[in-house]
T-cell receptor, first 113, second 114 residues
């Protein structure tokens, strides 16, 4: 069975400081991993995805994530937070046979001025 | 190119009533998925269509939920009769042909059952 665990339900940072959103996964297969973001009153938007190519994945808006098999982690980072990054972020793993997505609990990112 | 659209954006109904949610996937996408987020819980898979066929409906909570995808285009999700615990946000996503293709999500329908 596959699962993801987001280690923090809320993260608060100051504008201009680094962002770290933590995610651990469990998978019987070589996983496909994603980060999605949901801004208030908007749909889910794909930030980035890992599909067994480079372990460091670059996404939109300056975000990146590193796949670490030894740690079963896929943490999301950004060097400098912007006010517009305030949103809920989801770490997701996909079932390779069906394509269905398994979501983490979500992490709400607050960015303070 | 238009994204995934969902209608309505919000729905408020009384317990026992019927509600039908609609999803229009990206044109040409064979795969269509429904997900749901109940308050305070994670987003969970409901079912998956490939064109007009139900590929996997293992996430459907019970037989009060009925999904269809007419002609392999848009999909509807009917809840009849609605119960309080059905309240939540219902998301639709579509992807091209392979199950590993990226899923693109709609804005969701917020359902409130009173």
């Amino acid at each position: 069975a596959q699962s993801v665990t987001q280690l923090d339900s809320h993260v608060s940072v100051s504008e201009g400081t680094p962002v770290l959103l933590r995610c651990n996964y469990s998978s019987s297969y070589s996983p496909s991993l994603f980060w999605y973001v949901q801004h208030p009153n908007k749909g889910l938007q794909l930030l980035l995805k890992y599909t067994s190519a480079a372990t460091l994945v670059k996404g939109i808006n300056g975000f990146e994530a590193e796949f670490k098999k030894s740690e079963t982690s896929f943490h999301l980072t950004k060097p400098s937070a912007h006010m517009s990054d305030a949103a809920e972020y989801f770490c997701v793993v996909s079932d390779p046979n069906t394509g269905k997505l398994i979501f983490g609990q979500g992490t709400t990112l607050q960015v303070k001025p | 190119e238009a994204g995934v659209t969902q209608f309505p954006s919000h729905s408020v109904i009384e317990k026992g009533q019927t509600v039908t949610l609609r999803c229009d996937p990206i044109s040409g996408h064979d795969n269509l998925y429904w997900y749901r987020r109940v308050m305070g819980k994670e987003i969970k898979f409901l079912l998956h269509f490939v064109k007009e066929s139900k590929q996997d409906e293992s996430g459907m909570p019970n037989n009060r939920f009925l999904a269809e995808r007419t002609g392999g285009t848009y999909s509807t999700l009917k809840v009849q009769p609605a119960e309080l615990e059905d309240s939540g946000v219902y998301f639709c996503a579509s992807s091209q042909r392979r199950v590993i293709d990226t899923q693109y999500f709609g804005p969701g329908t917020r359902l409130t059952v009173l």
